[in-house]
């Protein structure tokens, strides 16, 4: 485990928006939001940056979270490795209960963190992972506080606050459709919501079409048989569509060569200056991306297949993580070379 790194808050938020080569007649942007904490090792950060943050601030806020707490978090890897990073940076011990198929990336990021991992046995399915987190802290109730990515309104209330209106003044309000992933429904939710109150946004939520799949950060909710987190409000939804791993993966790969010798059309580059979001959009000169993010670009087709697009939509759609994290699994194993070991 290397020493902790230390993080400048400020940086999260205010992420570029770009532009995608996507075979639709719209418009297709997206929120690139590894750039939260970009200079963070193990890939910079994540989506789940802005609501660890939000979620912290909010408990601190209350008083529920105390400084003798221990903050633990049950995780399928991004949400863990940025509530143990800020949560470690203000002097908090950090327990995360994450799958032992996590990727390499995401596992080393928590390390980094200085936190505690419980591993949990993927083959017994993710509940199981939030089973475990619950058992730890029935054990000590009074010495875990538990953010609880799954039931907190600071969740989707952080989205709400800050991607909601940086997606509708980086458009300028052109912005007509939104396309998210749903995990804990927090980015769909409360986006949906921002931009529903700011103008006519057709809001499309996609989800795993498999109960066994291989999109990280995604839940399969298709049948009532699994656990559905409170976050999520589908009702913010008009259009849902279903995405498939494999599809997802080959999309992935498709930026990638598409973007092996174009430039990336920054559209806003947010807080930054460009120079730094040119440096930071590629891996070793290498446009990747992470499982979730090829499965925007395959959601958007199929949103087109069943309603189709015009010329005059513009897609926003979530960049959630960059493809350094996902170098050991099989979507970049054959095209990174990162030894998580040297981070």
Not at 89 to 117: F, L, Q
Not at 132 to 156: F, H, K, M, T, V
Not at 166 to 195: C, D, K, M, P, S
């Amino acid at each position: 485990m290397s020493e902790a790194t230390s993080f400048d808050e400020a940086h999260i938020g205010e992420t570029p928006l770009v532009e995608l080569d996507v075979d639709v007649p719209a418009t297709v942007y997206a929120k690139v939001e590894w750039m939260n904490l970009y200079a963070a090792p193990y890939g910079g950060g994540s989506i789940k940056s802005r609501i660890a943050k939000g979620m912290l601030d909010g408990a601190e806020a209350s008083g529920e979270l105390t400084p003798e707490k221990t903050v633990i978090e049950p995780t399928s890897g991004n949400t863990g490795s940025e509530v143990a990073r800020l949560a470690a940076d203000r002097g908090y011990d950090v327990e995360i209960v994450m799958p032992d198929n996590a990727s390499g990336g995401k596992i080393g990021a928590v390390e980094d963190a200085g936190a505690e991992i419980h591993f949990v046995d993927a083959d017994l399915g993710y509940d199981a992972v939030i089973e475990r987190c619950e058992e730890l802290i029935a054990a000590d109730p009074e010495g875990y506080y538990r953010p609880n990515q799954y039931e907190n309104p600071d969740n989707p209330g952080t989205h709400e606050r800050t991607t909601a209106p940086e997606i509708w003044e980086q458009t300028n309000g052109a912005v007509t459709h939104f396309v998210a992933g749903a995990g804990t429904g927090g980015t769909i939710t409360g986006t949906g919501r921002g931009l529903h109150d700011r103008g006519d946004v057709t809001v499309v939520g996609f989800e795993p079409g498999e109960a066994l799949h291989a999109i990280d950060g995604l839940k399969y909710l298709k049948t009532g048989d699994h656990y559905h987190p409170e976050t999520y409000d589908d009702s913010v939804l008009d259009e849902r569509v279903y995405v498939n791993t494999d599809d997802a993966y080959e999309r992935a790969r498709a930026l990638r060569e598409q973007y092996q010798d174009r430039e990336i059309p920054i559209v806003d580059s947010g807080q930054y200056d460009v120079e730094t979001v040119r440096e930071e959009l590629r891996v070793d000169g290498q446009f990747v991306v992470g499982t979730s993010s090829g499965a925007g670009v395959q959601a958007i087709n199929e949103l087109h297949a069943e309603s189709p697009l015009r010329s005059d939509d513009t897609v926003v759609m979530i960049l959630c993580d960059r493809g350094d994290k996902y170098a050991d699994i099989p979507l970049w194993a054959e095209y990174l070379d990162v030894d998580f070991d040297d981070e």
